[in-house]
Each structure stands twice: as structure tokens, then as C-alpha cells.
């Protein structure tokens, strides 16, 4: 009888790509996939340990499925990506159900890994190394999507922010040849892939120097494969921003005008801490540089509150970042000291109950701003990348060029295809709209108003 495998994902996109790796090679394997946890022989959670709210989910989800495994002895549960990097003792001593813990890369080997902790009876480690000079690759991957494909371009980080885990967890970065990169998207393009999406946890920061080749000529050689119509990149370093990179976003138009740039604090003091490697002065001038530009670019950040030592004033600092940079849309969360960072040596001196308070000020500011903004595009026609069924009343769902979520009315389109949509409606994190169905509607480059902004 086929063995089926459930697998779920905690975190950010490179997570879910490697979810999509790991499906694909057990799939190779001769697995099938489930359609939930009690059809499943073997679970995988994919883990994220960038902030303690995901570990604890994860935790929380381990104890579900030891109970799960008292039902069903023969259940083989896995823990992949960063918590088993960094935390496989605490892992099983906790969550005993697990049979095998496999870090980043090591998700590759999770057929040979399941059949190691079947054979011994006892629970596998694999955990990454000394990482090779380039990151693991697999021709074996299970895309959820028939239209939009993330491409890896490096792993791994070499920066050290002081309250990141990522390069314990991921190591030091690691490109990938410029040549096997575009290699994957011509054959995604040949397959009917219209949009991709470059990952890297520093992206910008990409450089081929065999070939010669750094991100700037990379994204505009992707964005010259015929086929492809849209290019997303995620996420840039503010410290790897250059004017070429700029120039590639406005002169290319496959080259999507939205980039996001995490400046996790308004406050130069605070930034140097967290040895961010700018400060706020220098990251405005990157700011103006994009607003300045002759295509119009959404902007989007990460941003903390309540880091060691963050004063009143320098949250006033953050509130007043938004203020000026007006972004598109934001990630904010509190800080939550991480295993092993340079910031767990400082004191956790704000209370959890300030960070709150702070987070919900800053959310409702940059909600505020987003409204403003959205409220723009009332009376512009869009072009929209269809995903699917929308989750409001409307028929259907997609995003723009700019990355903005567009809920719209309109005959069945099939997710992948692109429709003009006229914008009718806003909200602070979508618009509203109806398809637009004459011939020879021409699209505006901008929303009225929105020039140089």
C-alpha cells in the first residue's frame, strides 16, 4: 500500500519552497500526499525560529500529533528547516512523537532519514554542517502553484544582525551559478510559468563571480525569458541597495514596481544595535531615490518594537519613519529574544505589555497610511495577475504589478490568467474592482495624483 505524507509550513517563502522540495522528493520516493493528518503515515513540519510566536505554534502542533501517534503507533512525525537546525535535543524532549529532526538542506534526505528511524527504532538527527560552497538543489519539486514559481538564487545570511537567527540556522550565504538560475526559469517559462519570484535571505546581495554576474543582471536577464511577465524579488538588504538595481526595476518592465525593504527601526541608535549596518539617514536617501524614480514602486518593510533598550523616543523616531516613507504595507511584530543572537546579551528591558502597546499604535498608524494610499487607485484600471476565488463576496482575487490585492467581480478567469480590472472600492489591505471587458482599454501608468510619490 502507498505511504502518504502531510506536510506543513511555518514561515517565510524560502520555508515554502523548501516544502515544496521536500514534497517533491517523496514524492520521487514513491509517496503520495494526504489530505490530512489522520490519512497521513508520515507528517513533516517545515519550522521557522525567526520569532518565538512560530516555535511555540509548532509546539503546540507537536502535542496534537503525539496524541495522534498513541492512535496510530506506525505514524512517523519529522521536524525540518530551522528548529531542528537549532533545537533538536529540546525537540525531542519535548515533543517525544518525533522520530526524525532534519535542519535546512537536510529535508532533502527525508526519504532515506524515514527509513533510518524506521529501521532503528529510535529517532534520526540530520542536521546541516559545514555547508558546500553552493546551496543543495533537487530537480524534484512539487510547485502548489501552475502559474508563479520561487526560484532560489543563495541561501544562507553573512550579515549578523545582532536578533537574527538566520545564518546559525541557514549558515553563511551561498549563491547559486547565475547559469543554473536562469536554466530553471527558462524551463519554468517553457512550462507556462508567467510570474517568479527570486528568493535569497539577503537577495540584493546576490553575486556570481565566476560569471561575473550580480543581482541587477541577473533580474533583467530572468526578465528578458520569453514567457515570463512578471519578476518578484525577496527580500533586499538596504546595505546592498544600488542605483543599477533601481534603474533595472524602472526600465524593465517585467521587473514588478514593488520592492520590500526591511529597516526594522526608525531610530539610528536602535539600528546600530541591532548592527543593521545604516542609518535612518541613509536609508531615506535610498527612500527618495525610489520615489524619485520615473516608474512609480510600491515600497514595504519589516519593522520591531520593543528592542533592547528601545526609549519612548525612539519609537517616536519609528512612528515618525512611516510618517515620511509612507510605505504600501508593513510587517511589525514585538521583539522576542532568539537562541544564540548577539541581542539575547542584552536586557530584554521593555515590557511585553509596552511592546504591545507600541505594536498596536504603529499598526493603526500604518494602517491609516494605507488606506490614504489605496485610496488612489479608485477610478484607475489595473492589471491583475488572477489567483483564484476570492475570499470576500467578490468572484475573484489577484495582485498587481505593485503587489497590492485586488478582490474583483467579473466572468470565471483561471488563476494565472491576467484581467483589467477598473478599481471601485479600497480598504487598508486590498482593493476592490470589475473586470473591464471592452476592447482597447489602455491601463494608466499611475494612479491619478500618484506621480513622483
Not at 555547508?131 to 526560484?151: D, F, L
Not at 467578490?394 to 474583483?408: K, P, Y
Request: with cysteine.
Amino acid at each position: 500500500m502507498t505511504r502518504k505524507y502531510l506536510i506543513e509550513t511555518f514561515g517565510c517563502q524560502m520555508n515554502e519552497l523548501d516544502s515544496e522540495k521536500i514534497a517533491g522528493v517523496l514524492d520521487r520516493a514513491g509517496y503520495e500526499e494526504a489530505a490530512g493528518p489522520e490519512s497521513a503515515d508520515v507528517i513533516v513540519l517545515n519550522t521557522c525560529s525567526v520569532r518565538d510566536k512560530a516555535v511555540q505554534k509548532v509546539y503546540a502542533r507537536l502535542g496534537e500529533f503525539r496524541r495522534l501517534k498513541r492512535e496510530r503507533p506506525g505514524l512517523c512525525v519529522c521536524v525540518a528547516g530551522c528548529m531542528a537546525q537549532l533545537e533538536p535535543a529540546r525537540i525531542l524532549a519535548r515533543a517525544p512523537c518525533v522520530e526524525v529532526v532534519a535542519g535546512p538542506q537536510k529535508g532533502l534526505l527525508l526519504p532515506e532519514l524515514i527509513e533510518r528511524a524506521r529501521t532503528s527504532g529510535g529517532s534520526v538527527v540530520a542536521r546541516r554542517g559545514e555547508p558546500s560552497a553552493e546551496p543543495a538543489e533537487t530537480p524534484y519539486i512539487r510547485r502548489r502553484s501552475t502559474y508563479s514559481a520561487w526560484v532560489t538564487i543563495s541561501e544562507g545570511c553573512s550579515r549578523r544582525c545582532s536578533f537574527c537567527v538566520v545564518p546559525l540556522a541557514r549558515g553563511p550565504e551561498r549563491p547559486r551559478p547565475s547559469r543554473r538560475i536562469l536554466e530553471e526559469v527558462r524551463a519554468l517559462a517553457a512550462e507556462g510559468y508567467v510570474e517568479i519570484i527570486l528568493l535569497g535571505q539577503t537577495v540584493n546581495s546576490y553575486r556570481d563571480r565566476e560569471a561575473g554576474v550580480g543581482f541587477a543582471r541577473l533580474l533583467r536577464e530572468a526578465a528578458a525569458v520569453p514567457g515570463i511577465r512578471r519578476i518578484r524579488f525577496t527580500s533586499p538588504h538596504p546595505g546592498d541597495f544600488t542605483d543599477e538595481l533601481l534603474e533595472t526595476m524602472v526600465s524593465c518592465p517585467a521587473v514588478c514596481n514593488q520592492i520590500h525593504l526591511p529597516v526594522q527601526s526608525g531610530s539610528t541608535r536602535v539600528l546600530r544595535t541591532m548592527l543593521r549596518g545604516y542609518t535612518r539617514e541613509r536609508y531615506l536617501d535610498i527612500i527618495r531615490k525610489i520615489r524619485a524614480a520615473a516608474r512609480p514602486i510600491a515600497i514595504s518593510t519589516d519593522l520591531i518594537v520593543g528592542f533592547p533598550g528601545e526609549t519612548e523616543r525612539d519609537f517616536e523616531d519609528t512612528l515618525t519613519l512611516l510618517d515620511e516613507v509612507q510605505y504600501d504595507s508593513a510587517f511589525s511584530f514585538k521583539y522576542s529574544p532568539r537562541p544564540d543572537t548577539a541581542a539575547l546579551g542584552l536586557e530584554d528591558d521593555v515590557p511585553d505589555e509596552e511592546k504591545g502597546r507600541r505594536l498596536t499604535l504603529l499598526q493603526e498608524r500604518q494602517r491609516q497610511i494605507q488606506s490614504a494610499r489605496n485610496s488612489r487607485y479608485v477610478g484607475r484600471i489595473v492589471e491583475v495577475l488572477v489567483e483564484g476565488k476570492a475570499r470576500s463576496r467578490m468572484a475573484l482575487a489577484g495582485r498587481t504589478s505593485d503587489n497590492r490585492i485586488v478582490n474583483f467581480d467579473g466572468p470565471v478567469t483561471p488563476p494565472g490568467s491576467f484581467a483589467e480590472v477598473e478599481i471601485t472600492g479600497f480598504g487598508p489591505n486590498s482593493l476592490k474592482g470589475v473586470r473591464v471587458l471592452q476592447a482597447g482599454t489602455v491601463r494608466q501608468a499611475h494612479p491619478p495624483g500618484m506621480e513622483g510619490i
